[in-house]
């Protein structure tokens, strides 16, 4: 018997029929050859048509009612609400949940698919749709936790139903060091193993009968001959020369690197921060390249996730994270739709092995925030652009009863989703729906970032489940919100709590040249950021010295405050130098222009020595014309100085509509909207005679830049 199989000789079935003949146990199914729809001279199928493959009446395993899973016509771009709950269409635009007459979120249907339980994003749902039909590529921007991931993975559910494949790779008897690649139906590649695998079983049972009548005779021969020690060396030679020849049969086994045999939807891969090889395939390295000993380099093909996409969905979020040559590698792999695989590490032995070309037709969905677009590589972007569409996600939607209906449906997706937490009774998810407007900053809005909310859904629903009650409640809700705060609320609070001790904090009397700004750490944690200005005589020009690690923004704020000071003022600024200090900013620096209006005040404050009332903060924008222009985070600011002890404080007129503070904070301070700084000089200034002298003169010289024109809250948020 020979030690080596050819590619082309069909292995025997396990019953050792032939595989053209008919098996005994398979009821009349022929194994025949069935066209694949690869050309034969690309690389694809080589030598290898003899495996055995079904004919179209083959059962592959899986369930008729498959075939009845609804088309992307039958959704269509609507999402039914509420299934199944009534509406009191009479309080819905009032009522915190739109209407909806439940008790609790045990009431609400959690729809099946996950398109339908995508929230908000109606533009990015209706081209995920829209791109699964025709198969397109889609890049979406947006912040996290918006649902780009989510839309993903609908995708994957919403995508025409093509014939699934697995991939083998087979070990080239012309050059061990690229292996040739086929493709058959999803579920077939498990047999063709199987029945290569009892092929071999039978070979190297056949081999070890004669192995062992060979080294029977040799021995029983010495016996005769009276040569026993050079029988036994004879034996061990014949031993060794079947023991390692026989790894030649063992080659003839395929490799099923893709499986698809009980894949019932498209597949989807998350490539997220994937690596090169696990990205793009590779191979692994054999410490044993020599003597026989060495792993075949088809058995040590590893595919990537662009291959395991195959007919389906693949997704890299923060695409710009991805090295240049990978981006540039994945999209040959878009452009061609098959991608070979090669060891991707240079000092590996895999470098030398490259297979034929491996399928990889899917559809790419890249994602990332705005800074993506800018590290992305332009020929990928390309890619995706001319064959898909972008798409931004929007961060926060408008309040109406339908959306607030839509997200007491949410917290019923995420406790069915968790699968541990008790039902959210109606005044818990009141509650949320109120954090979802606190947290959108903008009036008459809810945020769309639900990763967050839903963390707090989750704190909540684990404190409640710990207390072992029936449903989650508001009180559950409110201790989850203080349980759950971020990192920068946490060191906010703690900032606040140290000020206090240490006596940093000012909140009474009045002080020249000494101001309470507020900023915001991170996105959702105001604090109390004292600013002090002091005026001295200037040794040379008199310039403008500001410290507290200002970053871009900020050192450009301070030099429009220069500008109005210079214009109202009768003190000659080239003599004088002013020394702005933000005290205590910390090693994060200060940055963006929402401090210009507490620089504004301390500088002019100092100048004219009128004491600044210490119960008063403040944020704002500053224009060089003297406007009070919109900034971000107004709420949690608010918040922050109530904390501090202040009394009131200042905002942009135009961020009025963007107040959403707690009820326990609405008692403590008083909130006083300013359209331009001879308005924040007249709250903020002490000293009856000379602040009335100075803002009056202000009021001359700082008409509105923007009389008669509507300033939108949130047109030009700034984070600090």
């Known amino acids: 018997m020979s030690n080596d199989t050819n590619v082309d000789d069909p292995p025997e079935a396990a019953d050792g029929t032939a595989p053209d003949e008919e098996p005994s146990d398979q009821q009349g199914d022929s194994w025949s050859v069935p066209d694949d729809g690869r050309d034969e001279d690309a690389g694809g199928d080589g030598d290898l048509e003899s495996d055995p493959e079904p004919t179209e009446d083959w059962d592959d395993g899986r369930d008729e009612e498959d075939d009845d899973i609804e088309t992307v016509e039958d959704l269509g771009s609507a999402v039914e609400v509420d299934p199944g709950v009534e509406i009191d269409e009479d309080i819905a635009e009032d009522d915190l949940l739109g209407g909806l007459k439940i008790d609790s979120t045990a009431e609400i249907e959690v729809p099946d698919r996950l398109v339908d339980q995508v929230i908000g994003q109606d533009e990015a749902r209706d081209i995920i749709i829209k791109a699964a039909k025709q198969r397109r590529h889609v890049m979406m921007i947006g912040s996290p936790g918006t649902g780009k991931s989510m839309l993903a993975k609908a995708m994957s559910q919403l995508l025409p139903q093509e014939d699934l494949q697995d991939v083998l790779v087979y070990h080239n008897p012309d050059d061990g060091n690229e292996p040739k690649v086929r493709t058959v139906p999803a579920g077939k590649g498990e047999q063709i193993i199987e029945a290569h695998k009892e092929e071999a079983r039978k070979r190297n049972q056949m081999r070890s009968i004669l192995m062992w009548i060979i080294i ?198 995420e406790v069915d989703r968790d699968g541990r937490l008790p039902h959210f009774d109606r005044e818990a998810v009141e509650e949320l729906i109120l954090e979802a407007k606190r947290r959108a900053g903008r009036k008459e809005h809810l945020t769309l970032e639900f990763r967050n909310l839903g963390g707090l859904v989750r704190v909540a629903g684990d404190i409640a489940r710990a207390q072992d009650v029936e449903y989650t409640t508001r009180e559950h809700v409110l ?210 005679p000379k602040k009335d002298s100075l803002v009056d003169r202000l009021k001359s010289i700082t008409g509105s830049a923007f009389e008669g024109q509507q300033v939108a809250g949130s047109s030009s948020p700034s984070p600090q």
Request: net charge negative; proline share 3%; charged share 25%.
């Open 216 to 413: 029977a005779i040799i021995i029983g021969y010495a016996i005769l001959t009276t040569n026993i020690l050079l029988g036994i060396l004879a034996a061990g030679i014949i031993w060794l020369i079947f023991r390692y020849t026989s790894r030649g049969t063992d080659a003839m086994v395929p490799n099923m690197i893709v499986d698809n045999g009980d894949q019932r939807t498209a597949p989807f891969e998350d490539a997220t921060g994937a690596h090169a090889g696990a990205l793009l395939g590779d191979v692994r390295h054999d410490p044993f390249q020599s003597g026989g000993m060495e792993t075949p380099s088809h058995d040590r093909v590893e595919p990537g996730a662009i291959h395991k996409s195959n007919k389906g969905v693949l997704f890299v979020d923060e695409i710009n994270t991805l090295d240049v040559r990978t981006q540039q590698k994945l999209m040959t792999a878009i452009q061609e739709g098959e991608f070979s695989i090669t060891g991707q590490s240079e000092r590996s032995s895999g470098a030398m092995v490259q297979t034929e070309p491996v399928p990889c037709d899917f559809v790419m969905i890249a994602a990332g925030n705005l800074d993506a677009m800018e590290n992305m590589h332009p020929a990928l972007r390309s890619r995706i652009k001319g064959y898909g569409y972008e798409v931004y996600m929007d961060d926060t939607i408008e309040d109406t009863a339908e959306m607030r209906r839509k997200y007491a449906r949410f917290i019923a997706q």
């Open 479 to 688: 201790e989850a919100k203080g349980r759950s705060r971020s990192i920068e609320q946490q060191l906010a609070d703690d900032y606040i709590d140290r000020r206090k001790d240490y006596e940093l904090q000012v909140t009474e009397d009045g002080v020249e040249g000494r101001v309470n700004g507020l900023a915001v750490m991170g996105e959702d944690s105001g604090i109390m950021l004292p600013v002090m200005a002091e005026i001295a005589p200037a040794q040379g020009q008199g310039q403008v010295i500001a410290t507290g690690q200002l970053k871009e923004m900020a050192e450009e704020s301070v030099q429009n405050v220069s500008a109005i000071i210079k214009k109202f003022s009768d003190v000659n600024l080239s003599e004088k130098d002013v020394h702005i200090q933000f005290v205590q900013a910390g090693q994060q620096g200060v940055d963006g222009d929402s401090a210009s209006i507490t620089v504004a005040t301390a500088v002019i404050s100092a100048l004219e020595d009128i004491p600044v009332d210490q119960s008063v903060a403040m944020t704002g924008s500053l224009s060089v014309r003297g406007d009070v222009l919109p900034v971000g985070g107004v709420t949690h600011k608010i918040e922050a100085a109530a904390k501090a002890g202040c009394e009131k404080v200042i905002i942009p007129k135009a961020n009025e509509q963007d107040v959403m503070i707690e009820d326990e904070y609405d008692e403590m301070v008083e909130i006083i909207p300013c359209s331009n700084i001879s308005e924040v000089l007249d709250v903020a200034l002490m000293g009856e």
